[in-house]
């Protein structure tokens, strides 16, 4: 029997909604910033390594521009707003949203494998008060919230990374300090920065073809008649029929053309 060879294709879709209200400076949620450290630069980082593979990489454009808002300084978000603050100068309602917060992450692979984050989360789980937290567990809660996104590509070039990681198997407060915390931030956004000039990098080379989502990685069947519904009677449908195909069109042509003035690429 003749053996066939299949042609498989790697689609990757990197995407992220719009993270911002319509009057606020920065942006509330840090999914585009840690995503683009664990996932956006690595991938692409990683597939240089293998001479013969090649990949379609997907980006919602919205994406994209809040990449750019990092590299650019122009935003940024809550979360990384309250990493820099040094502990003494956070409000009770700012700790609070620490503590609260910054254990949002995979809890197998990026919590419970470092004895330091794991040791505080414990000490979250019994504490009545904020103030239980000293300012020491505060920066180490920031430190560790946003090393842990680090993906091993960078991390095995980079040695400050690597010992703060060793830290991180510590199990007594006050592991990390305000230059180690000063790092990690200003590494993320090092990194940030890497991930279009790679991309458009690639793409010259015919190592990666670019594709773009709609604009706003918005639903698109629902953005032209949400009357499709029907077709699917287990989905919920709104009250209120919505119908605007001419939004629907503009999401992609606007797309197409925001992708391609940010990559420098023309798409097919």
């Known amino acids: 029997m003749a053996v066939k060879k299949t042609r498989v294709v790697f689609f990757w879709h990197m995407h992220q909604p719009y993270y911002r209200q319509a009057k606020a400076k920065d942006y509330d949620l840090p999914w585009t910033r840690l995503h683009a450290v664990k996932d956006y630069y690595p991938f692409v980082a990683f597939l240089t390594k293998f001479a013969h593979t090649r990949a379609v990489v997907n980006y919602s454009p919205v994406c994209l521009d809040q990449i750019l808002d990092y590299v650019q300084g122009t935003r940024s978000d809550r979360y990384y707003v309250l990493s820099k603050k040094k502990p003494e100068m956070l409000t009770i309602e700012e700790k609070s949203f620490i503590i609260e917060r910054f254990f949002d992450v995979n809890q197998q692979q990026m919590l419970s494998a470092y004895r330091r984050y794991a040791l505080l989360q414990a000490k979250r789980q019994v504490a009545a008060s904020p103030d ?94 949400t009357n499709i519904l029907f077709n699917y009677p287990y989905l919920e449908r709104p009250a209120v029929r919505f119908s605007s195909p001419s939004e629907a069109f503009w999401q992609i042509s606007a797309g197409k053309k925001r992708v391609e003035e940010i990559t420098g690429q023309k798409l097919k």
């Not at 996104?149 to 990374?161: G, K, P």
């Not at 991180?168 to 407060?173: I, L, Y």
């Open 132 to 225: 239980e937290f000293s300012d020491d567990d505060i920066r180490d809660l920031q430190v560790l919230f946003n090393l842990v996104w680090f993906h091993f590509i960078t991390i095995e070039s980079d040695v400050r990374l690597q010992r703060l990681l060793e830290k991180a198997n510590r199990d007594t407060s006050g592991v990390f300090t305000e230059s180690d915390k000063q790092y990690v931030l200003r590494r993320q956004i090092e990194v940030m920065k890497e991930i279009v000039p790679l991309h458009r990098r690639l793409a010259e080379d015919g190592k990666i073809e670019l594709t773009a989502s709609p604009y706003y990685h918005c639903i698109l069947p629902l953005i032209y008649d």
